[in-house]
């Protein structure tokens, strides 16, 4: 028959060799880790988190931004915001003798080492101490396992730690830096992910839940419960429907943090530092913030059912360049590209670049503010043929001012005044401004004064802040470089780009609620209750609006679109954009009427009046030596403007040949104020300047002829089908 002592002498033997191994080499690792044991105040500083916090430029909190996604550790919770509950739990499970011993809890290690000598289970060794020494010493974590060497390594550091630091220091550590359950680190975590609190809001019930999982974060819900079943009756209370309330807490499939601000996410990806503090400042103003992502929120929710999803806004100011709100995105709840950062994509910026062809030709002279521009049909012969500018409205009104032009953003005449500047000329100023246009002048020809080319919401809404600031070009504050923006051109980059009298000029323009009132009307989204600079923007087939402008303290941008490119449904700038736009300058406003911009020196006013009476007389701007008291039409010749001699129409096979028209038109006043006559093939057709006709295949001649029938000038043109 086997004694009851067979076999112990050989487990006694075999556990001596092992300790005297263990003592033989742990005494010098253990000092080199005693040597190299951090500091309370360092292990607290250096607390590896998983999420940082963005805070606006008042230190509120904007944005919990997840940076590890392997583990979940939030922010370091002194040990007096720590439930009392959760420290009786914790110490009741892992550590009864925590203060009275000196790292080592001696009776248990007793208890544990004939446990194993016969085979019993019971309670591990390991103090609190013990257990923060292996999560500090990354040499005793990596190795794993309960060995012996193992213990006893941090047991050495366990004397090392009572003898440097407190007690509460020790235990504050502690459940700070234990693992729990899954991606879980530290009670913190754990506490707001698994019951959606802070841990001075743990009950009894839930602490013991936490205790039990620190020696099996992951066993399964039984086990969990009967484990904190014992505490909880060790602590004098129940356990009726524990078991229930263990599940449902472990069904949890979010692991979110609850009540964390969540309004800037891509400004957060974009400035928070991983290697920061774990609360970051930042120049964004929360107030600024929220209502900018609630007003584009409740503007995408009233166009329901047009097609549009996305949208950005992005305020600056003006003076320091600092960011006061940065919205990337309408959110997931809106989009199905919620982590795209619309502030920094690339899309066609439509008519909001036109300000800078007016500016540029202003400061060189070439037109005034009462300039009168031709806006009638034109054909531009380019590399790839005809190209056919057209209004929004597809209406033409003759001799215009290049206030109401630029105001009611008439295609034409700005393709035209491109034309005059060069699309080079035009490419290089846009690019001295920030926008990183990747070709040529040349590449994009007379179609860049429409917005052909693609451009960022940050790098056009600084643009304008350069015209705000009367032609003076800064990069935007940002503590570090983006896609569109180079460190090189951030902030203290500052150079004058385009001429102060001529960025005042244009800014007038653009805040004359008359100027715009053929287009907008009088009472559109673009008219606020102070002085306001503002421009609107459409691209091809409704892909993108826009709408960017600026006070004398901020610049504000918005786009709304689709991030797909997918066109939106009948919705324009001053339906899509403008109205984000007014709701958030008003809020930037609230505390009071912005100062008016003055004007530079070299700018002059003078009461202008029109000869032919095109428009009412006005006190205009003017740069100092280019003023007049009568502008005058540049003649009144008649001329056919379309078609040109020789041209070759196509018609389109993607629309009914029935939808289909070609406008015929010409340019100046007959004598006498006659109404030109259209003759087509040999058969007068219609009268007036401008004729729409419904294009036939073949060859055609069409004649323009005076009140007296006589033929002022004629052409030949041809039309080919769709086939």
């Given at each position: ?5 067979a076999?112990?002498?050989h ?13 033989f ?41 997840r ?21 009786r ?5 892992e ?5 009275e011993?000196s ?33 500090l ?5 990596r ?18 730690l ?14 700070n ?5 899954g991606?879980?680190?530290?009670v ?24 039990a ?15 904190a ?27 979110s ?137 597809k ?8 206030r ?32 990183q ?15 052909s ?66 287009t ?9 209750p ?24 901020f610049?504000?941008?918005v786009w ?52 032919t009476?095109?428009?009412p ?10 003023e007049q ?6 003649g ?24 289909q ?63």
């Amino acid at each position: 028959m086997k004694q009851p002592w067979a076999g112990c002498s050989h487990r006694l033997a075999r556990w001596g060799r092992t300790l005297a191994l263990a003592l033989f080499g742990i005494g010098s690792a253990g000092a080199a880790g005693a040597e190299e044991l951090p500091s309370f105040a360092q292990t607290r500083a250096s607390h590896p988190l998983s999420d940082l916090q963005l805070l606006d430029r008042r230190g509120e909190p904007l944005q919990t931004l997840r940076v590890d996604p392997s583990r979940r550790v939030l922010a370091w919770v002194p040990l007096d915001q720590m439930s009392p509950s959760l420290l009786r739990a914790m110490l009741l499970s892992e550590d009864q003798h925590f203060y009275e011993h000196s790292g080592v809890d001696w009776s248990a290690v007793a208890a544990s080492a004939w446990g194993n000598l016969w085979n019993t289970r019971t309670r591990g060794a390991s103090t609190v101490t013990m257990q923060l020494a292996g999560l500090l010493d990354q040499d005793l974590a990596r190795r794993g396992g309960r060995s012996v060497t193992q213990k006893l390594g941090q047991a050495w550091v366990a004397g090392r730690l009572e003898k440097r630091w407190t007690k509460a220091q020790i235990l504050e550590a502690y459940l700070n830096r234990v693992p729990l359950r899954g991606e879980l680190v530290g009670v913190p975590a754990a506490s707001q992910a698994l019951f959606g609190k802070r841990p001075g809001g743990l009950d009894a019930r839930e602490s013991a839940l936490l205790a039990a999982m620190l020696r099996g974060p992951n066993a399964p819900a039984d086990t969990l419960a009967a484990r904190a079943c014992g505490v909880l009756r060790a602590m004098g209370q129940g356990c009726d429907g524990l078991v229930d309330e263990v599940g449902a807490v472990l069904r949890r499939k979010s692991l979110s943090v609850a009540d964390a601000p969540q309004w800037a996410p891509h400004y957060a990806r974009l400035v928070l530092r991983a290697d920061g503090p774990p609360a970051q400042r930042s120049t964004l103003d929360a107030t600024w913030q929220r209502v900018a992502v609630q007003s584009l929120r409740r503007h995408l929710a009233e166009l329901s059912g047009r097609q549009v999803e996305d949208g950005a806004v992005l305020v600056l100011d003006n003076a320091s360049g600092e960011v006061r709100a940065w919205v990337g995105s309408s959110g997931s709840q809106w989009s199905d590209a919620a982590q795209v950062d619309h502030v920094l994509a690339r899309r066609q910026p439509g008519s909001t670049l036109k300000p800078f062809l007016y500016e540029l030709a202003i400061e060189r002279r070439l037109i005034t503010a009462a300039s009168l521009l031709d806006d009638s049909p034109a054909q531009i012969a380019t590399g790839g043929g005809l190209y056919l500018p057209q209004n929004y409205d597809k209406q033409y009104r003759g001799w215009i001012s290049a206030r109401a032009s630029l105001g009611n953003s008439l295609n034409v005449p700005a393709v035209r005044l491109s034309l005059m500047l060069t699309p080079e000329a035009v490419f290089e100023r846009l690019n001295a401004l920030g926008l990183q246009l990747p070709e040529t002048g040349g590449f994009y020809g007379p179609s860049l004064a429409l917005g052909s080319a693609d451009v960022t919401l940050l790098a056009l809404t600084n643009a304008y802040r350069a015209l705000a600031n009367g032609g003076q070009y800064a990069g935007v504050s940002l503590p570090r470089s983006t896609p569109s923006q180079p460190a090189a051109s951030q902030r203290g980059d500052s150079r004058r780009v385009a001429d102060p009298r001529a960025s005042f000029i244009v800014g007038d323009i653009l805040a004359d609620n008359s100027a715009r009132a053929l287009t907008f009307g009088l009472s559109s989204a673009l008219a606020l209750p102070f002085p306001a600079s503002v421009k609107t923007g459409t691209s091809k087939d409704m892909r993108d609006n826009w709408c960017i402008g600026w006070t004398s303290r901020f610049t504000v941008g918005v786009w709304v679109g689709n991030s797909s490119g997918e066109a939106m449904h009948q919705v324009s700038g001053v339906s899509g954009a403008a109205p984000v736009w007014r709701e958030v300058m008003l809020a930037l406003h609230a505390g009071g009427v912005p100062p008016t911009i003055r004007p530079p020196a070299g700018v002059v006013a003078q009461d202008t009046r029109f000869d032919t009476g095109q428009e009412p007389a006005r006190r205009e701007w003017f740069v100092a030596g280019t003023e007049q008291a009568v502008i005058q039409a540049a003649g009144t010749s008649v001329a056919l403007s379309n078609p040109v001699d020789g041209a070759i129409y196509a018609l389109d096979p993607d629309i009914p040949p029935t939808a289909q028209r070609l406008r015929f038109a010409h340019e100046g006043r007959l004598e006498r104020g006659g109404v030109a006559a259209w003759r087509l093939d040999g058969q007068v057709i219609g009268r007036g300047p401008t004729w729409d006709w419904l294009p036939m295949p073949g060859r055609h001649e069409l004649a323009l002829l005076d009140a007296s029938g006589r033929v002022l000038q004629q052409v030949r043109f041809e039309v080919r089908g769709a086939g």
